[in-house]
């Protein structure tokens, strides 16, 4: 997709910080998801993710600048949502709360990469 809107450049990193934001969707939460990719109108693409669970992980629970412990050297997990704080041109997140009747309303997680 990105190709064919001639990003090229951007298809690594948005590859990339996508695969760790959908691959955390469905590993920590049960239910639907959804992914979205957004062209802004100055050169910056956005890419949301949606899934069930209200809760904001770290680090994205934090203001940027403040970053939590890092994951020990023999972890199996728990870099990837820094990987997209690191590399991504701004990044947060919001919670849709636990929804109405019983309804799962979840969270949205979303970074930006700015063109060029």
């Known amino acids: ?14 590859e990339l910080l996508t695969s760790e934001l959908v691959a955390n969707a469905y590993r920590h939460t049960k239910g639907p998801a959804s992914l979205r990719l957004t062209g802004l109108g100055d050169g910056r693409l956005r ?20 970053w939590p412990p ?11 949502l820094l990987l997209v ?6 990044w947060g997140g919001w919670s849709l709360g636990a929804g ?3 309804r799962r309303a979840g969270k949205l997680l979303w970074f930006e990469v700015a063109s060029g």
């Open 70 to 80: 890092v994951a020990p050297l023999d972890a199996v997990g728990g870099r990837g």
């Open 47 to 66: 890419v949301g993710v949606w899934d069930t669970h209200p809760h904001i992980p770290a680090p994205f629970d934090r203001p940027p600048g403040e």
């Open 1 to 14: 997709m990105l190709t064919g809107h001639e990003r090229r450049e951007a298809v690594d990193v948005v």
């Open 85 to 90: 704080r690191a590399y991504a041109d701004s």
């Open 100 to 102: 109405a009747l019983g």
